[in-house]
């Protein structure tokens, strides 16, 4: 696997401090659980073993190490990634991610997911991802900015509008997309709004693409509910994690389907409320406190009571490795709705199988927010702007046709709906490898 490392000489280092990468277990690795998915959907394919070695490995990475000064006068050196999983459709696309927790592995898993879900909605896109680990929650805005601007000169040569195109995912968001666009502008000499997604609206990003995975998210719960006859009005959900993918989906269940939230999270506890809580109000008490927890007129509840309530659907909308083996069993969920990246191991795949739980899966579930993203490159390349309607209803058509591709495989090939997901964005990419020739021999070259 081709990788190369970089660094710049920085200003004198008068004390540094560098963050170590987390080794995660290899039983929940989300690299090797991306792999394992895989291997099911290229087994059910019956793929030929070259395609299987091609599509089971990035095909490129970069390993950076960003010297900044903190506002206390420390240099600091995070570690950050990008990794390009694969382009056989075109340029790679997948988000940054700022984390304390980020590892490589997590990032080969989820710029694998990105391939997936670009050819899963047809999008002329390969997979991406990039992550720095760091705590966004512990520094300024400054010392953001700086990590920003870093990452993006020392990894300035692998993107670019028809290369690779970033976006914003775990702890970053538009201001942070905007830093690094205009960081980006300034290395090649001009104005490349089509270098990243996911921009504040004034500089280019699109109508609609705030609360886009959310939409999407929910576009996709009201095709699961009415393929399972489920009335969505008063039906209820609980929601764990409520950043911008979670807040939303709790928003958007109420707006557009008339749900009722019994219950959501963040990293720092839980909220519950017999009568469904207002997500709005959740979001105002979080804007204040750093927390749902405390919203008026909710009460207390854990992690593992949300996840095990009895509700039509459990919305995973955190991290990975969420669903496992040891608590997938008390899910009394109809359907999980997998808004996070890999929330759900292969075990609690399994058992969610056999309790006939329908699991709308992530690359399928979250894909409104590559899709919108998508539609901002488009418009920033063409410099014509759509209006926020415009968006949803390409957006809904774009989703209502994947979810329809993939219950029709599922049904066809009698397997889950991740499998059935795997095998539509699977044939894709190993079409466009195929007719690029990349498994032909080379003769006299
Ligand atoms: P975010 O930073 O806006 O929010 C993350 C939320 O998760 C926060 O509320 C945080 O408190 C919460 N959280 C963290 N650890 C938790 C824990 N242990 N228990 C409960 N909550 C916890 O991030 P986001 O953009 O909403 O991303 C969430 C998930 O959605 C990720 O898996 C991401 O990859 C996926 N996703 C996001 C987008 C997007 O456009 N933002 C697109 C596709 C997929």
């Known amino acids: 696997m081709p990788s190369s490392s970089s660094r710049t000489s920085g200003a004198a280092v008068k004390k540094t401090r560098v963050v170590a990468e987390r080794k995660p277990s290899q039983e929940l690795n989300p690299f090797a659980l991306a792999q394992a998915q895989l291997d099911k959907a290229c087994d059910k394919l019956g793929l030929e073993p070259e395609m299987r070695a091609v599509l089971r490995q990035p095909m490129r990475e970069l390993h950076v190490a960003l010297p900044v000064r903190l506002d206390d006068g420390r240099v600091q050196v995070f570690q950050g990634f990008r990794v390009q999983h694969n382009d056989a459709r075109g340029p790679c696309k997948g988000g940054i991610r700022f984390h304390p927790a980020e590892t490589i592995d997590t990032v080969r898993a989820l710029a694998m997911w990105m391939t997936w879900k670009c050819a899963l909605m047809d999008l002329p896109l390969g997979g991406g991802k990039g992550g720095v680990i760091c705590n966004p929650k512990e520094m300024s805005s400054r010392e953001l900015q700086q990590v920003a601007r870093e990452y993006i000169r020392q990894i300035y040569h692998m993107i670019g509008p028809d290369q690779d195109v970033p976006a914003p995912d775990v702890y970053t968001d538009p201001q942070i997309m905007a830093w690094m666009m205009d960081e980006y502008s300034r290395l090649v000499g001009r104005h490349t709004p089509d270098v990243i997604t996911g921009k504040p609206l004034a500089l280019g990003g699109s109508a609609g693409r705030q609360d886009a995975t959310a939409r999407g998210t929910v576009y996709t719960v ?212 195929r007719l690029r020739g990349w498994l032909e021999p080379r003769s006299g070259v």
């Open 222 to 433: 009201r095709e699961a509910c009415r393929h399972l006859g489920i009335l969505t009005k008063g039906a209820t959900a609980a929601i764990q994690g409520y950043g911008n993918a979670g807040a939303y989906t709790a928003q958007l269940l109420v707006d557009l389907l008339g749900m009722k939230i019994l219950a959501v999270n963040d990293s720092r506890g839980g909220v519950y409320s017999a009568e469904g809580l207002d997500p709005a109000a959740a979001v105002e008490h979080k804007a204040k406190t750093k927390s749902v927890v405390g919203t008026p007129g909710t009460s207390p509840i854990s992690e593992a009571e949300l996840l095990a309530l009895e509700v039509d659907v459990l919305v995973p909308a955190a991290l990975e490795n969420v669903l496992t083996g040891h608590n997938a069993g008390a899910v009394r969920a109809k359907i999980v709705a997998e808004a996070a990246n890999g929330p759900t191991t292969l075990e609690a795949d399994d058992l969610f199988a056999d309790k006939g739980v329908f699991v709308i899966p992530d690359f399928l579930c979250n894909a409104g927010g590559v899709t919108v993203s998508y539609f901002e490159w488009v418009q920033n390349r063409s410099s014509w702007y759509w209006g926020e309607q415009e968006v949803y209803e390409r957006l809904d058509g774009r989703m209502v046709r994947a979810f329809r591709e993939v219950l029709a495989t599922s049904l066809e090939a009698k397997t889950d709906m991740r499998t059935a997901a795997y095998m539509v964005a699977v044939q894709r990419v190993a079409e466009a490898i």
